[in-house]
């Protein structure tokens, strides 16, 4: 059976929608774009299938309501607008769902929800409770409360690793372009992307940024599809049907072989930035990298950055090379004093709070091999 074919039977679908697809562009909730994607989803849903539907839109939808005319860039606004579209981007899909006799529960995550490991279960179980009582989930980011430092970036990645999260069969990303291709579509010359099976497929594309009022680009996509772990289509929300049917639509990513992440690292690895540099001797490297170990002060020669005790970091070998990241245990001001040290010194010296790792292991991801 092909992956197109394997998306048309999936039993589990998460499906994506950008802002773009699902507003104007003055910013405001497009009730006809939402009701004819609502249409498809239903229509696959009375067809068998259980649909995770992530969507953006809450900023944008916010954006009329508040008199701006575009996606603002300071935090506190985006999170002003995410609070009032939130409201009514979800109102507008309970109303349009319920045509189909169809109930919709709201699920909004933030970062935390998929790095703190009673949060994860809880999102998880939460989600599985909800499908199971016949309820489609459509997902969020937090954006009222998420911060620039720690968040999921966007949701794209975010859909990825809610395909992770439920265990789904495939992801389906609409956006405001039909498929990826090898440069602007409207230029001459610039030719489709029909599959993706790796990153020689994507040597001739050039990646674009992001549009008016939504924060993701072919850039993201690219990254989500790369960690789904299961098919994903790229294409836009007209074609939406035709995705979810197996039709050879948009651009199908294939997934890669080799041992999953969990939906931790994922998140960790790439929907992160470090906040920070911290610098490891050779032993060091071994040790985190090679053998999968925690990250001890006696291992650090350097820091770099104004960070806080919980924000991801990224940790460096001693050429400057990045080679995992991890969410650090002290601030940037504290480390200093503690590199070279053993643990045991540190107790007795400083007191018993600081025997203890500069990154716990269950919050470090590795990002590059030996």
Request: hydrophobic share 40%; aromatic share 4%.
């Amino acid at each position: 059976m092909s992956e197109r074919e394997a998306i048309a039977k999936a039993r589990r679908i998460v499906v994506k929608a950008g802002s773009s697809s699902l507003t104007t562009p003055q910013g405001t909730i497009d009730a006809n774009r939402i009701d004819a994607l609502v249409d498809v989803l239903a229509a696959r849903r009375a067809g068998g299938a259980e649909i995770v539907f992530v969507s953006s839109g809450a900023i944008a939808a916010g954006l009329g309501p508040l008199g701006l005319t575009r996606r603002p860039r300071d935090l506190a606004t985006q999170q002003a607008a995410a609070s009032v579209g939130q409201g009514l981007l979800f109102a507008r899909y309970t109303s349009s769902f319920a045509r189909y006799g169809v109930t919709v529960g709201q699920v909004l995550l933030t970062a935390d929800d998929m790095i703190r490991r009673t949060h994860h279960r809880n999102a998880q179980r939460t989600l599985e409770q909800l499908i199971t009582l016949g309820v489609l989930p459509i997902v969020n980011e937090n954006d009222t409360v998420a911060t620039d430092e720690i968040r999921f970036g966007d949701n794209d990645r975010l859909a990825a690793l809610v395909a992770h999260l439920t265990r789904a069969d495939a992801v389906v990303l609409l956006s405001d372009v039909d498929a990826l291709y090898t440069g602007d579509p409207r230029r001459p010359g610039v030719r489709r992307i029909t599959d993706v099976h790796g990153p020689a497929d994507l040597a001739e594309v050039e990646l674009g940024g992001s549009g008016r009022v939504g924060t993701g680009g072919m850039v993201t996509k690219v990254e989500a599809a790369r960690i789904a772990g299961v098919p994903v289509v790229l294409t836009n929300a007209a074609s939406a049907a035709h995705a979810l049917a197996g039709d050879g639509v948009g651009t199908l990513f294939h997934p890669a072989g080799g041992r999953r992440m969990s939906t931790r690292d994922l998140w960790l690895a790439h929907a992160t930035t470090g906040q920070g540099r911290v610098t490891l001797d050779a032993g060091a490297v071994d040790a985190v990298v090679r053998r999968r170990k925690s990250l001890l002060p006696a291992g650090v020669t350097g820091v770099e950055g104004d960070f806080a005790a919980g924000d991801p970091v990224d940790l460096c070998d001693p050429s400057g090379r990045v080679v995992a990241r991890g969410l650090v245990h002290y601030d940037a001001s504290e480390i200093p004093e503690l590199m070279g040290r053993s643990t045991r010194w540190l107790a007795r010296e400083l007191g018993a709070e600081y025997e203890r790792e500069i990154i716990h292991r269950d919050h470090l991801v590795v990002l590059t091999e030996q």
